[in-house]
């Protein structure tokens, strides 16, 4: 399979931030008369992606030099239903430029870490793609420091991230629940997590499979604890440009297949098999070998076999990404194993 790295693209992402208070009002105008993100991308002959960059789990490096994690994934996903091929540009972003990098065109998709917010689904001009991971907002502490409930943390001196959600679901919660916190601040997650480490505060806040990421690989991983109390929802999906149905559709429809793999007992694996041998109706629409629905998005009809032949199924993303960490699905199973994730169906 091809995959394209360009290496010059940090200075590209610096580029186009630098104008972005113009460009995204351009965007969003050129967007709002005649979108065709699906054209823009295969004249170019590649997806721009944005990624979050050392977020084990999501996005990160492995022994290989290659890159690896659920939003890498993602990235995967939709190059595979386009190209049948991972051809792919990685742009690293930060939180703070990613919606602004989205917004002015400077990648196509910003695959991962934007929890589905109100707010955000109606003021910035992006569309959500769906939820692909359930999580919620937790807490790292020292494992002799006694704390085993966020009510422990009453007077603590807490380090998140500063213009987060974090940040706001922390005030908000702490206020509800008649406690006190004093709040250190950082640029971004890594920063905080590093002042944690140093003892400048008592507890860090993140989302937690984030957080469990972070520090797997710690020399004293067992002298940390993530509390099991959560203290809000955090529903993810990834986010595409308003004023282009036809890609959020692509984007939408290119992740649900993952999950409708999974329900159907489709794997990375086995995916030709079954494809070859199959006669659950809705497994042959699927995989493009009864009828047609890659017409409707502008695809081939076998878009979503590309989708499963070279990234996964939902199980497969899990288990690559999320179990060494030593992560359970829990709510994060398909709906007929207990969990959350229900595949629009292919009909």
């Known amino acids: ?40 991308v295969r004249q170019r002959g590649f997806l721009r992606c944005g990624l979050i960059e050392a977020s084990p789990g999501f996005s990160s490096i492995d022994d290989r030099g290659e890159r690896i994690g659920l939003d890498v994934d993602h990235c995967k996903t939709v190059a595979a239903a386009i ?27 910003f695959p991962g870490g934007a929890t ?4 955000r689904d109606t003021t910035l001009g992006l ?3 769906g939820v692909y991971l ?3 907002q937790g807490f790292v502490v020292r494992a002799d420091a006694g704390v085993r409930r966020v009510a422990d943390l ?40 590093q002042a944690y480490r140093a003892g400048r505060c008592d507890a860090f806040t993140n989302e937690t499979v984030s957080t469990a990421g972070r520090i797997h690989n710690w020399p004293d991983r067992d002298q940390h604890l993530i509390l ?37 007992g489709i794997n990375q694996a086995n995916v030709d098999e079954v494809r070859a041998t199959t006669q659950n109706a809705e497994a042959r629409r699927l995989l493009g070998v009864q009828g047609n629905l890659g017409a409707a998005l502008g695809l081939d009809r076998d878009w979503a076999y590309q989708v499963i032949k070279l990234v996964g199924s939902s199980a497969d ?31």
């Open 154 to 193: 009453d007077g603590a001196t807490i380090c998140v991230a500063q213009g987060t959600t974090l940040e706001q679901n922390l005030a908000d919660y702490f206020d509800q629940h008649g406690l006190h916190y004093t709040p250190v601040t950082f640029a971004d997650i890594d920063m905080g997590l």
């Open 83 to 109: 190209f049948g091929a991972i051809k792919v540009e990685y742009v690293p972003i930060t939180p703070h430029t990613a919606f602004t990098l989205l917004q002015s065109g400077g990648i196509d998709i």
């Open 228 to 264: 099991a109390e959560v203290i809000s929802k955090e529903p993810m999906g990834a986010l595409v440009r308003q004023g282009d149905p036809r890609w959020r559709d692509i984007a939408l429809w290119s992740f649900n297949a993952r999950v409708a793999a999974e329900e159907l």
């Open 1 to 40: 399979m091809d995959c394209i790295v360009v290496p010059s693209l940090r200075t590209r992402a610096r580029a186009a931030f630098a104008g972005a208070g113009v460009l995204v009002l351009a965007a969003l105008t050129a967007a709002g008369a005649a979108a065709d993100t699906l054209a823009d």
């Open 127 to 129: 569309d959500y793609t």
């Open 134 to 136: 359930y999580t919620g």
């Open 317 to 347: 993303l899990w288990n690559r990404n999320f179990a060494p960490l030593g992560l359970e699905r829990g709510i994060n199973e398909t709906w007929n194993h207990g969990g959350l994730l229900t595949a629009l169906p292919y009909r």
């Open 116 to 119: 589905w917010t109100f707010t």
